[in-house]
């Protein structure tokens, strides 16, 4: 099974601030990653697919990038409706495994 | 509108029986691999099981192979999971989601339902 880590657990970051995440696999998953957005109380939306193309609707202030075992995501500027949780999940190989999410939360 | 919506959700004894159903409008659903996804009360995401358009291949998670059993019925548009000898740490949410791209090889999941509670407790 492949092991997503994701760090930090939680990131603290006032609004208009830049927020990078991390995941890290425990093999490669060449760029088959996904980060999905969670808030409060809502299911999960894709945020971005083959680790740096946006879905659709998603703003261009979230980016990701990376290849292999190690992924970034990037939000530029916090907006209020940014503080979450955030997934990475493999789908390279069976079972498809997430991370154990990084809240973003206000500073 | 293209949405999932979950429903059979509820409150089962230990060793219990479940089935939970997902209804898929608004998009071609037989084009489309289907999943279940779960979530336990304040945990992160556990992929539950997996199943193609056409239904030739499925995919268990090891925490609920031999118990749960999914499947679809591309002619009412619907995708199940048959949850049987459920556990205390069966308790979640789950999710039924869609996979992005009409292809065999998994894919992101790219529209999720709003989630059914499932609570197993004597």
């Known amino acids: 099974e492949i092991v997503m880590t994701q760090s930090p657990d939680t990131l603290s970051v006032s609004p208009g601030e830049r927020a990078t995440l991390s995941c890290r696999a425990s093999q490669s998953v060449n760029t088959n990653l996904v980060w999905y957005q969670q808030r409060p109380g809502q299911a999960p939306r894709l945020l971005i697919y083959d680790a740096s193309t946006r879905a659709t609707g998603i703003p261009a202030r979230f980016s990701g990038s990376g290849s292999g075992t190690e992924f970034t995501l990037t939000i530029s500027s916090l907006q209020s409706e940014d503080f979450a949780i955030y997934y990475c999940?493999?789908?390279?190989?069976?079972?498809?495994?997430f991370g154990q999410g990084t809240k973003v939360e206000f500073k | 509108e293209v949405q999932l919506v979950e429903s059979g959700g509820g409150l089962v004894k230990p060793g219990g029986s479940l089935r939970l159903s997902c209804a898929a409008s608004g998009f071609t659903f037989s084009y489309f691999n289907m999943n279940w996804v779960r979530q336990a009360p304040g945990k992160g995401m556990e992929w539950v099981a997996s199943?193609?358009?056409?239904?030739?291949?499925?995919y268990y998670s090891d925490s609920v192979k031999g118990r749960f059993t999914i499947s679809r019925d591309n002619a009412r548009n619907s995708l199940y999971l048959q949850m049987n000898s459920l556990r205390v740490e069966d308790t979640a949410v789950y999710y039924c989601a869609k996979d992005r791209r009409r292809i065999v090889l998994p894919d992101a999941f790219d529209l999720w339902g709003q989630g059914t509670l499932v609570t197993v407790s004597s």
């Open positions: 199943l193609t358009s056409s239904g030739s291949f499925i």
């Open positions: 999940q493999q789908h390279t190989d069976w079972p498809r495994t």
